[in-house]
């Protein structure tokens, strides 16, 4: 399955920008052409292809400038190349030498060549799934370093509260040991002045209860 792959195959021969597209096209594939090596790299960067096809032997830039300068760009540097030339013997060493990651000598089988093509997108799907998940884990890593952050924030400004607040609470103590405890302190976190007013709320409640008796009996 091609998946709508797309192509980029230069040669500055027409015929066989026409042999190759007819290969390919049946395939599923999206094909973009070149007719030169300069085309071959703006098209690279605009049309931004899954693949390349080139051809070695062109004029003024040839097809091993051309793949040593998409090696050398960052959005271009794991695109998948395959050479193509009539040459074989050191034609392939020097291919290999500029970045290419295969080579067809021509006449190609087209079989072979609808094989290599498979291989070689198969590898750059693997490549930009892996890709996909490094930015997304990239993305996690992120994120929770920030909530880290906000709850280390939170953790000294609470910190910060307390120490704050102690002093005060302190100072609320001593304020009612002061005054031995007794519902004269008023203050709300003095736990012994609220116990002290319940005591004698409680006193006073028992006395005018036996007041209330011993009247009671004596009429």
């Known amino acids: 399955m091609s998946g709508g792959a797309k192509i980029l195959v230069v040669d500055d021969v027409p015929e066989n920008l026409r042999l190759l597209e007819a290969v390919l096209a049946p395939h599923g594939y999206d094909i973009v052409l070149a007719g030169d090596g300069r085309a071959a790299l703006e098209l690279a960067e605009s049309a931004k292809p899954d693949l390349v096809l080139l051809d070695v032997v062109m004029p003024r830039l040839d097809g091993y400038a051309v793949c040593r300068r998409l090696r050398e760009r960052e959005e271009t540097a794991v695109l998948p190349v395959i050479m193509l030339t009539a040459s074989v013997g050191p034609e392939k060493t020097k291919a290999i ?13 087209h079989h072979e060549l609808l094989t290599r ?53 302190a100072a609320t103590n ?30 006073s409640s028992c006395v005018c209860s036996a007041s209330s008796t011993a009247r009671s009996a004596v009429s």
């Open 117 to 169: 093509v498979r291989s070689l997108l198969r590898i750059k799907r693997y490549h930009d799934t892996i890709k996909v998940q490094a930015a997304e884990l990239l993305e996690l890593n992120r994120t929770l370093e920030e909530r880290v952050r906000t709850q280390v924030e939170e953790l000294e400004r609470l910190r910060r509260l307390r120490r704050f607040l102690s002093p005060q609470l």
């Open 174 to 203: 001593r304020s009612c040991a002061a005054t031995g405890g007794s519902s004269r302190c008023s203050s709300p976190t003095c736990a012994a002045g609220q116990a002290s007013s319940t005591l004698s709320s409680r006193r």
């Open 97 to 109: 030498e500029a970045g290419a990651d295969d080579f067809i000598p021509k006449p190609f089988n």
